[in-house]
Every structure is written in C-alpha cells, then in structure tokens.
C-alpha cells in the first residue's frame, strides 16, 4: 500500500492517555493506611493493560483498509488540493470509517459517497468489472455497446462523446453530443456517468434499451452487445486531381496505437503520398502516453504539450529532432475528439505543423491515471491539467478549428459518401498547388 505524508495522523479517535497515580500513591502514609485501596487500583490497572488498547485504535478490518487506501492515494495524487479544504476531506475519511463497513460492496459504497463532493466525475472508484473492462480498453478491446461517454458542462449531462468504429453503437447511427437520458428505464441522471457505462455493459448477445435525445428529439433504441474487434489505425491512399494523398484515421489512443501508426506512416511513403490527412473525429482519447507518442512521430522537436500538476508546476513535453512524413498535413476533427486527442490536434495547431479541419472539439482538458487498490477495483484519478503549447486551457472549452465544415457531419467518418473527407482533399490538393 502506499503511504501518503500523513501516514501517522490517527484515522480514528486517538487513544486516551493513561490516567497518572494520584497523589495517595506518592506518601507512605497513604500505603500504610490503604492496603485495600492499593491492592484493588493495583488489580484495575492490570485488568486494563489486558484489555488491550483503547477503542480508538482498533485495528482496520481488510474493508476498511480499502477506503483508507483509496483516501490516501486520491489525498497524495489529486490535482487540486484546495479543495481538500473545501469539502473537509479528513471529515469525510472519518465520516466513512464511521460506516458499517463489512463487504467489499459496502466500502465501494463508502469510497464513492467519499469521492462525490469533490465534483469531479472523472475521479472516481473503478468496482472490478468496471476496472477490468476500462483497462481492457486500452489495451484494444471491448465488449458492449461501443458507446463512449462524457459529461457535458455546465449542466453535467451524460452524453455520447463518440460511438466507437464498427461497434452497435456505429451501426445505429447515434451521433457525438446526444444525450443518454435512460438505460433499460434507469435514468442515467439518477445512475451517474460511471454506472450508466456500466449499464451499457453486458454479456454478448444480451440487449440494451437506451433513450437518447438528438438535436432536442428523442429516440429510444435497442442495441445487442458483441464484442468489438477495435482497429484503432486505419489508413489508405487517396488520389484527388493529380495529386497523391494519404488518410491515417486514428479512432482511440491504446498501447498497439503508436507502433501501428509507424507501420501506416511507412506504408503511405511508400506509396508516394505528397500530403496526410489525419482523422481524428470521434477519437475520445485513451491513453495519454499513446498520444504523446504520436505527436512525438509528426513534430520536428516542437512542443507538444504542457502538464501542470497539483502545485501548479508546469512540465512542458517536447518532440525528439526528426519526424516520420513531412509533407503537408490536414486534421480533421469534430465534438467527438477528446482528451489524448485534443493535445495532438492542439499541438499540431499551436505549431503550425497542420491546420484543423471540421468542428469544434470536445474540451477535456485533465489528464487522469489508473490505479489499482488492495482488491480487483481501482481509481481513476485526475493528477493533472494540460495546456496546449500557446498555453491554451480547453477544458469546456475545446478547440475551435481552423476550417469550419458544414453541419451535419458524416454519420461513417472514412467510409462511402463521408463528404467531410473529400473537402478536405480538395483542400490539401489545393495547398499543395500553392492555394491559400
């Protein structure tokens, strides 16, 4: 377990100290003249010390343990700690350990209800299919519906942040920004974000009734949960005008995404393109160090991003000398570009490595981190803001593109009929004839 700086402080009551003699046991007056007195305190002590220590200091049960653990690791890792102060967060330890805590579902129970005045949704306890599954994510596969969800500010409302490629969700045609308002008739208000991913989870082959509102219009749906064989990087030759063009779509940032983003880069030179198309519509993120790898491929030693942590230190990250194509590049992005997504598309901006293409991004600007507690379930928590290299704040905010493209979008970003890729290869053949 790791230990934070305040290992020492008692979780507890402290334990009282142990009264000092009185005075009759200082004189030999009073043991001559109390023999009896002597001989019972004398046998009150010894029974005292048989009892063990006070009631205070009980030892933790293994359940208990688990809300300390999470206590301490949030305490030591959290980006902002004045809110500490704020929502009295020892109180809430202690408000907690004052639970009865006798299952492990009765500590998740404690954990969340720990978490919940510090109003981040994304700090938050992962229960162990939950941490399973979000970790299985990352490494390039899930099971479900294919939906992946956010919190809209400032009314906090669940919504659809991007389907996944090829996933039920896909194929319904639910677009980014449509609002979950129920699953399997669980209102998602009353669920929160965590628990209404995880009501979307199922066995394969199982079935799910979500109520969404679209544009203000409702639509109820019913979706069969599969697993979806992600492919994060795909990518193609183009040919537009006279010109040689290359599309790199990348739909989330997993551990196989940076090797598989070197192979297509190397594959499209060796096909001659003269300029790259970079799709990031409906990329949610992922793994951040993922995202920093990609952009490290793409920027000639130009900053990528910079990370302020909890006492406000800023770490700026910049790309190694050398980049893997250095033609001409095009980004497209939409509302469903996020987080790892949103500090490649900002870089590239910031520097003038590529322009952005499409609509407004999503505006995730924290970075969280997974992890494991004492059991299977585990943490995500949010250790640290990040800017863009102009020193941009996006969180709520996004990025605003630099090309803005009619409303609405294709519903099959890279497929048959996405009009939003063809305009922006006539873009990119325009660039490369010496057109603004």
């Known amino acids: 377990m790791r230990k934070s700086t305040d290992d020492q402080e008692q979780l507890v009551s402290a334990q009282p100290p142990r009264p000092r003699p009185s005075q009759p046991f200082a004189t030999g007056r009073s043991k001559a003249r109390h023999p009896l007195r002597i001989l019972l305190l004398v046998a009150l002590l010894v029974l005292s010390l048989l009892a063990g220590p006070a009631r205070g200091t009980l030892a933790l049960s293994d359940t208990q343990q688990l809300v300390v653990e999470a206590w ?58 939950d941490y399973a599954t979000l970790r299985s994510n990352t490494q390039g596969t899930v099971t479900g519906v294919g939906l992946q969800l956010g919190l809209r500010s400032p009314d906090q409302q669940i919504v659809v942040i991007a389907p996944l490629d090829g996933s039920p969700a896909s194929e319904a045609q639910i677009p980014s920004g449509a609002e979950v308002l129920q699953v399997d008739g669980k209102a998602s208000e009353a669920l929160g974000l965590e628990q209404t991913a995880a009501a979307l989870r199922g066995p394969a082959g199982s079935r799910v009734l979500v109520q969404l509102s679209i544009r203000g219009k409702p639509r109820e749906v019913e979706l069969e949960r599969r697993q979806v064989e992600l492919r994060p990087v795909r990518s193609k030759r183009l040919r537009v005008g006279d010109h040689t063009l290359g599309y790199l779509r990348i739909t989330q ?125 585990g943490l995500a928590v949010t250790v640290a803001r990040y800017l863009t290299p102009s020193g941009r704040d996006i969180q709520n905010q996004g990025i605003e593109p630099d090309v803005v493209l009619p409303q609405p979008e294709p519903l099959d970003p890279g497929g048959e009929g996405d009009s939003w890729l063809e305009q922006t290869g006539h873009l990119l053949a325009g660039r490369l004839d010496g057109n603004p």
């Open 72 to 129: 301490r690791l949030v305490n030591q890792s959290y980006v902002d700690p004045a809110r500490f102060d704020q929502v009295h967060w020892k109180r809430l330890r202690q408000k907690a350990l004052e639970q009865p805590i006798s299952s492990s579902s009765d500590a998740y129970d404690a954990i969340e209800a720990m978490l919940t005045p510090l109003g981040d949704p994304y700090t938050r306890l992962l229960r162990p299919g």
């Open 253 to 377: 940032f997993s551990e196989p995404v940076p090797e598989a983003v070197q192979e297509a880069l190397a594959d499209l030179n060796g096909k001659g393109i003269e300029g790259l198309i970079l799709d990031l519509r409906n990329n949610s993120g992922g793994l951040v160090s993922a995202g920093l790898a990609v952009a490290n491929d793409l920027l000639d030693g130009a900053p990528i991003v910079e990370t302020q942590d909890r006492n406000g230190l800023s770490s700026p990250q910049q790309a190694s000398p050398g980049q893997l194509f250095d033609g001409p590049i095009l980004t497209l992005v939409n509302a469903g570009t996020a987080s790892a997504s949103e500090i490649l598309a900002g870089s590239l901006q910031d520097t003038g490595r590529s322009e952005l293409v499409g609509a407004r991004t999503f505006g995730k600007g924290l970075i969280q981190t997974l992890i494991p507690l004492g059991d299977t379930s």
